[in-house]
């Protein structure tokens, strides 16, 4: 099993910024990638960022230019800085991991930590 531990959440005023971190522990694959996903009061989750294992990166279209995810391999944690919030990033934030290896891929979630950016 994998733990994924989340933290940074909080309130922050409209054009600041975050700084998010999740870290994993326990049965882990070297193949993997780490993300972030969001959910709004009402609305679906959606995609944030997403860092692989090997680098490669995947933003969100609302959080482009203005949001970087990055990755501790040693220790397992990954990182979302968002520069320049909106109340439109108000949301939970949640930590997915998806782990490879011969069984297939299993994903892992984080409990989610609140982000509310204040007008």
């Known amino acids: 099993q994998v733990q994924l531990v989340e933290s940074g959440g909080g309130l922050v005023q409209a054009g600041g910024s975050l700084r998010l971190s999740c870290t994993a522990s326990g049965s882990i694959s070297n193949i993997n990638h780490m993300g972030w996903y969001r959910q709004a009061a009402g609305k679906q989750r959606e995609l944030v960022a997403i860092?692989?294992?090997?680098?490669?990166?995947t933003y969100a279209d609302s959080v482009k230019g203005r949001s970087d995810i990055s990755s501790d391999n040693a220790k397992n944690t990954v990182y979302l800085q968002m520069n320049s919030v909106k109340p439109e990033d108000t949301a939970v934030y949640y930590c997915?991991?998806?782990?490879?290896?011969?069984?297939?891929?299993?994903?892992?979630w984080g409990q989610g930590t609140q982000v509310t950016v204040s007008s």
């Open positions: 997915k991991r998806t782990d490879y290896g011969v069984w297939g891929a299993k994903e892992y």
């Open positions: 860092i692989h294992s090997g680098g490669s990166e």
